[in-house]
């Protein structure tokens, strides 16, 4: 192993800046990773036709849907590098902070922890598929990840800490990025979507809407793509108040009812675009005033040891309270609130 020093110049080379996310579309189909914080210690199995996949624990349990978010840091890390005509390797170098902050994560000493365990579960979980690479059809068995690193140093009270991670991508999600380049862009507001339902939703809504004006499913196959294990009733529930929410990023939720839960319609929608707030109108018919994605990125640099999406619901809940109509610039005030926000809630 080269110095230290050397060391934290070659994570340093890669940080990065304004991150556009991408996801793999196969990642955003099938379920993959499980959706509670708890890791699940039981296989996932999903089958549909000639695909089947088993995704089974390792001694940390099944990976889960907010570890996934280091694999869509690496595939945008590599789908910029491509862009910009730059050689890819397997194995990807980046600062720890660097991923913390975009990922809206805390930088304190639990946030390093949680971070090592999800690179034990990405290396440990075990996937098996009949899914396609390269139009062959094939079984397969591997991990997220083959191999991963993580590089150390101390503050000035002698206390150690992760400055840089390397990661070895397994060959099957590389192929998929690089080769294949089966990617998405996911909305930069993904990473604040605090409940792991909500993200599935928003990947499968993202993944099959495209640039129709609408896609439709039955609640029971919609159960089965999100991998849960919940009774159709219960996960119906569950379903009705996220349409009632309606806040999923870029696309709105209905659900048309029947008596029989399994024979219940979602239909998701991407959002219209919002024209410029005045004094008299709301640019979302919910009742919700609508940030720019921009905003929320400033949020989080405001208060980078805070989860933005509460600092957010506690702000929506307030500015409604308070103003008979939408305030003049709901940005300038949001980025107000998280600044009085910070001092009335110290950590």
Known sequence: MTDATTQLGLFAEHKKKDLPLKDDRVLMEYPFFGLQKKPLMKPIVYKNGDIE?????????????????????????????????????????????????????GTGKRSYQLLLDALDRLRNTSIRTTIASNDVRER????????????????????????????????????????????LTLDKRYFLITKGLDRRLYELARKHCGKQSSWSISLSNLKDKCGSNREIRRFKSEVVKLVEKNDLPEYTMELLFHKEPVRCQITFRPRKRSKPVTKDENPDASGTFLLRAETLEQARLQCPDYDVHHIEQEWQAW?????????????????????????????
Not at 85 to 96: D, K
Not at 151 to 176: C, H, Y
Request: include cysteine; aromatic fraction near 10%.
């Open 140 to 183: 397969r068995g591997f991990g997220w990840i083959e191999t991963w690193r993580a590089l150390e140093s101390r503050k000035s009270n002698g206390q150690p800490i992760m400055v840089g991670i390397e990661i070895t991508l397994s060959d099957w999600i590389f192929r998929a990025i690089t080769h294949e380049r089966r990617v």
């Open 53 to 105: 996949l088993i995704i089974e624990p390792g001694p940390r349990g099944i990976a889960t849907i907010w570890d996934k978010e280091i694999l869509i840091y690496l595939a945008s890390i590599l789908n910029e590098r491509i862009e910009r005509g730059e050689p890819t390797s397997r194995t990807i170098q980046f600062v720890a902070s660097d991923f913390l902050k975009l990922a809206s994560r």
């Open 319 to 347: 500015a409604k309270k308070k103003h008979q109509a939408p305030p003049k610039d709901p940005d300038r005030a949001f980025l107000s609130f998280c600044d009085r926000y910070k001092v009335n809630n110290p950590l």
